[in-house]
């Protein structure tokens, strides 16, 4: 959506009889109040509290908030922005003008979504795993070639279902660009930088080599993260202060576009980037944990990477022909039922389009 729509939308709710707004809509930023909606607090947050997040400029956040008194919610905006907002202000607007942008945000989200799926829902069907020790992946495989051999070709049909965009050229994995400073570091010293260069740490260790993996664990009134390498502990930062703690979790948040508010169940998924020219992929987990959110971020590559991927072909494959099967069943039942009663069927010109998408799928891979 370009700029000048994100306007006409602002603008339109300056003549919508606001009159109870203390913001001059003619000096916000639009764009941005669309962008900080979903990164700084969540559209059912903006709805529960009745705020929205109007501004964000060296960590100050400025909310605009129907009822400026109410202090569950501006007690709320600083819990859960703690790590990223030093300092809060707040400009009251009117019941309507809430509504208004907030069906603004909507009808923007949907218009997305109709173009292109959620990322991250994708992610979340994508069969995703978090590897005990990345060689037992070989030896999974190992059992399972033969099989895989044997159903080669309808696993290949499989995939061509699921690539729906494989005609478009293959896009380069951004890039990761680390500068770590302090990679002789002792674990104490590390525990005292702040949570965005800790975390710059993290990562670049994880990334030097290998398969590695960094697992963050919380404890009582504090937290440790630990680094291995192939399977092997390399570096156990404990403690690590419960700010610090909770930071550099929020840098991992950033990282796979979660926003910045306490989980409350199990997210998972797997991101594609480069480092050094080199492939890799991020596998994540975050989830609530006995004494507050946990995490674990994965790194494989090359053979390792081949690997998963192949697996992911195999069990990908074997959910689509389930699929197909079912497919079928379906297609005989109605064809049972129209033998008793013959009502035409006004869905058949849709499944003929479906079918024509695969068949093209399956002849481009051939």
Known sequence: MSQSKYS????SLTSENSTNSKINWSNTNPKQIFDLIG???????CISYQLIPLDLKDRHLVIGIVNPKDTTALNYVRSCCANRVDSISTKQIDLKTHQLILSAYSRRSDSQKSVTPDASSMLQERPTLILDNPEEIEEKDNQRSAQFNHNNQSVLQAQSVLNVGNQKPVQTPLGLDLRPKYMSAPPRFLSSLPPQILWQE?????????NGRIQFERLPSNGRISWSQNGNLKLSIDPVAARTFQGVLEELKRLVKLPNIPVKQVYKGEIERSYKQERLLLLWRINPGKYGEEATLQVIRGKVLALYQKRQIEELGDQVIEIAKQLERKLEQIQNCRRINSHSWDKLSVLHEINQKINRQIKSLE
């Not at 006409?8 to 603008?11: C, D, H, N, T, W």
């Not at 990164?39 to 947050?45: A, E, F, P």
């Not at 990562?203 to 030097?208: C, D, F, S, Y």
């Open 202 to 210: 993290l990562l670049a260790r994880v990334l030097i080599a290998g």
């Open 8 to 11: 006409a939308q602002i603008k």
């Open 39 to 45: 990164n700084i607090l969540t559209y059912k947050d």
